[in-house]
Nanobody, 125 residues
Framework: QVQLVESGGGLVQPGGSLNLTCEAS????????MGWFRQAPGKEREGVSC????????YYVDSVKGRFTISRDNVKKTLYLQMNNLQPEDTGVYYC??????????????????WGKGTLVTVSS
């Protein structure tokens, strides 16, 4: 069965860091661009970052540029999001997904996508 399982969320103070991990199984994830999305209460789900299937091309929403780094290990079928200098505005449930396209590399919700159940990130004093 297809599974995407996120981990690494938690409570962190402003300025702190977290590293999110997503483990994929049950499908050929190496053929997909993948990424991270987040959703805060009362807001629409937002594409945060995408990474291409076979090269180091990356995409970041403007609000996280310079602070977040996406990476993947296709042998381990694992996706990562290193988040530094976290701010309260980063609070939300973070999901990993195949909802990114390779060409051009960006979030894309128009196809068949797999989603994890999410991991909660709370940035607060």
């Amino acid at each position: 069965q297809v599974q995407l399982v996120e981990s690494g969320g938690g409570l962190v103070q402003p300025g702190g860091s977290l590293n999110l991990t997503c483990e994929a199984s049950g499908f050929a994830s190496h053929y997909y661009a993948m990424g991270w999305f987040r959703q805060a209460p009362g807001k629409e789900r937002e594409g945060v970052s995408c990474i291409s299937s076979n090269d180091p091309s990356t995409y970041y929403v403007d609000s996280v540029k310079g602070r977040f780094t996406i990476s993947r290990d296709n042998v381990k079928k694992t996706l990562y999001l290193q988040m530094n200098n976290l701010q309260p505005e980063d609070t939300g449930v973070y999901y990993c997904s195949t909802a990114c396209r390779n060409t051009p590399l960006r979030p894309y919700l128009g196809g068949m996508n797999y989603w994890g159940k999410g991991t909660l990130v709370t940035v607060s004093s």
